[in-house]
């Protein structure tokens, strides 16, 4: 199984990676997470590792998320304190327009139901309709028309936000 976990790790740890950044949005937190879903597949030895390796993927960035939001009322709480938050240097034009993409993305996937942003987030991280299926509790048959309804939602729901910024740009 050593071996096995190895070329699991080399295959799939990108694709991890990328599927947990679009559930958290932070680069360094999603190679975090990841690196904790292979830890825990080398105590737990999988039947399936590709399919559970997402799994415990899935269930990682949403105790992220939960804890994110802890995270931020507690800084609501805070924000009446007299200490003052140290202030960052402006972003360059690149990384701003850069930004505004990302949040338009975000954005935009966050419009999705949790159905359809976890079989886009799946198939994006490489995963088979029949691994999608599993993730999912949906039938194999159905993962096709799901993700291609899912598509042309993000896609209606991306479009919606672009306008929406450009025409707060106006």
């Known amino acids: 199984m050593g071996d096995d976990l190895e070329q699991l790790y080399r295959t799939t740890y990108p694709s991890v990676v990328r599927f947990l950044f679009r559930k958290v949005w932070d680069a360094d937190r999603a190679q975090d997470l990841a690196q904790e879903v292979f830890v825990r597949a080398m ?23 939960r804890a994110a939001v802890r995270r931020k009322r507690h800084l609501i709480l805070l924000k009446g304190d007299p200490v003052a938050m140290p202030t960052t240097e402006p ?9 505004e993409r990302r949040a338009t993305v975000e954005r935009a996937l966050s419009a999705l139901t949790p159905r359809d942003r976890e079989v886009l987030l799946l198939w994006d991280a490489g995963l088979s309709y029949p ?35 450009h025409a707060a740009h106006s």
């Open 43 to 65: 105590s737990h030895r999988p039947e399936k590792p590709r399919a559970w390796v997402f799994a415990v993927a899935a269930n990682l960035a949403r105790d992220e998320a």
């Open 91 to 99: 972003a360059a034009d690149e990384s701003v327009e850069l930004e």
């Open 131 to 165: 691994e999608i299926a599993q993730q999912t509790g949906l039938a194999v048959g159905a993962v096709g028309t799901t993700l291609a309804r899912a598509r042309r939602r993000l896609v209606d729901a991306y479009d919606r936000q672009e306008g929406r910024s």
